[in-house]
């Protein structure tokens, strides 16, 4: 089949890449000249393991094409895909500008039946919204083409992504048109052999759909980040806790993990859009409400831990926090919505300095950095350590941050010889707290009981 991907995003490009690897023959458009350049000269413009090779053998085997022309994208297409980001609006919605403008360019160049896909998270109603500016663009040019729209969520994860994509849990359509969730289904198969993966629906079930696995996730976050705070006071451990809960098959162990928020470019836009689509139609979902106020609260509590270590704002003044770990999780060098961010900023409010490792993100860390504080105050009060032993160097305490893989043994004697204050504060819960009692550190973690 003949398929464009337009939006050279995470979904897109991986979106693109893995339809190639099958067979199909893909073209991914980006209205980004420069990402574009970049893809055709063999870069990738974001990190996500084994994307580079997936997209380097599928171009070199002809089957993935890039292209910032429209034209190219809409000619002989199958199937476009509109993989384009949905960003926040300042009220919390989804920003629909870059899909319709995306739905008006394929109007104004159709020629043969095609099925468009809406693959980006977008508000329920929304595949109504892209029919109807396709059509007014065809009205335009007294053409009659015909098409359909459906809806088509994607639930990989950054960092996983090729493996999700690959061996999807399920495959959601939502299609009002039977023709077009046949060649959906087609499209797909390769992709559901074994067991059938695919479940069909109407579309805005589909486009719910989508929404409900994110606030699902995000609360379930939210619940355990709230019952791990609970733990401290009463003197129980979030990690004992959570893994009696998840051998219930009915609550199973995966996304139980109390840390320092949920982040990325999914969770905490979802959580807001939904609760906007809701009040647009006149419904308040408090639940949700209540999952992105505990999250937005969560990220603050390993800043209030060591306000409480340092007695005090002001005991932070001057010292040197070692970060380990920025990104939002490990495996990607997202820092959209990153916890690191908020503390970071709360430690540059109270006067002190950062120095942090992390294995892939520094670079995009510091640009964020850069734009959120200005390069002054970066180049002032913030290092990027080249290793995570660098980061320790004069450092008064160590807070884990992102849990990266090459944290997850470290050196505990060596920890304790380098930290002034022989602290560390582990906002993912990865330590044994017994282990660096053993090792003469102080240990918070996040709901943690303290070792005897
Ligand atoms: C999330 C969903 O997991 C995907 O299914 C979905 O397709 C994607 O959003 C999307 O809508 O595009 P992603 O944002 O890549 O994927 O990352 P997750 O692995 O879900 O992690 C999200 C955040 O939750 C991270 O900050 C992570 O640290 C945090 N988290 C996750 C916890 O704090 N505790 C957990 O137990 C799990």
């Known amino acids: 089949m003949n398929i464009s991907v337009i939006g050279t995003g995470y979904v897109g490009l991986v979106s693109g890449a893995c339809f190639a690897e099958v067979g199909n023959t893909v073209l991914c458009l980006d209205v980004d000249r420069r990402k574009i350049a970049m893809l055709e000269a063999g870069a990738i413009p974001i990190h996500e393991p084994g994307l580079d090779s997936l997209v380097q053998r599928n171009a070199e085997a002809g089957r993935l094409l890039f292209s910032s022309d429209y034209d190219d994208a809409v000619a002989d297409a199958d199937i476009i895909f509109l993989a384009v ?107 559901s052999r074994n067991h059938e993966k695919f479940v069909e629906m109407d579309v805005r079930s589909a486009e719910l759909t989508k929404y409900a696995a994110n606030a699902m996730l995000a609360t379930r976050i939210s619940f355990m980040n709230e019952l791990a705070n609970l733990s401290e006071v009463l003197g129980a451990d979030i990690e004992a806790v959570r893994l009696g809960i998840g051998m219930d098959p009915r609550i199973g162990p995966d996304f139980l993990y109390a840390g320092m928020g949920y982040g990325g470019s999914c969770f905490p836009k979802d959580v807001k859009a939904l609760v906007k689509t809701a009040s647009d139609n006149g419904q308040h979902l408090h639940l949700l409400s209540a999952t992105d106020m505990v999250n937005d609260a969560q990220k603050n509590v390993l800043f209030s831990k060591l306000v409480r270590f340092f007695g005090g704002v002001e005991g932070l003044h001057g010292k040197n926090i070692a970060l380990w770990g920025l990104s939002f999780k490990p495996d990607t060098d997202d820092m959209r919505e990153a916890p690191s961010r908020i503390l970071i900023r709360a430690l540059f409010a109270a006067g002190a300095r950062v120095t942090a490792y992390d294995p892939v993100a520094a670079g995009e860390a510091r640009r964020v950095l850069a734009a959120e504080h200005g390069e002054r105050l970066c180049d002032e009060r913030l290092a990027l350590a080249p290793s995570a032993h660098a980061a320790l160097e004069g450092a008064d305490v160590l807070v884990l941050v992102t849990e990266w893989k090459e944290f997850r043994a470290p050196d505990l004697p060596l920890l304790a010889a380098s930290l002034r204050h022989k602290a560390v504060f582990d906002g993912r819960n990865l330590y044994d707290p017994a282990a660096f009692a053993a090792a003469g550190l102080v240990y918070e973690g996040i709901g943690r009981r303290a070792a005897a």
């Open 85 to 191: 980001g949905t960003p926040p609006d300042e009220d919390g919605s989804a920003d629909l500008t870059h899909i319709l403008s995306a739905a008006r360019s394929i109007g104004q160049r159709l020629v043969k039946p095609a099925v468009i896909v809406d693959k980006s998270t977008v508000p329920v109603g929304t595949a109504d919204k892209v029919r109807a500016a396709i059509a007014a663009e065809l009205a335009r040019r007294g053409v009659e083409v015909a098409f359909s729209v459906v809806s088509n969520p994607e639930f990989l994860k950054e960092g996983a992504a090729i493996e999700d994509f690959m061996r999807p849990d399920r495959i959601v359509v939502g299609s009002d048109d039977p023709d077009a969730a046949q060649q959906m289904r087609k499209l797909y198969a390769p992709f």
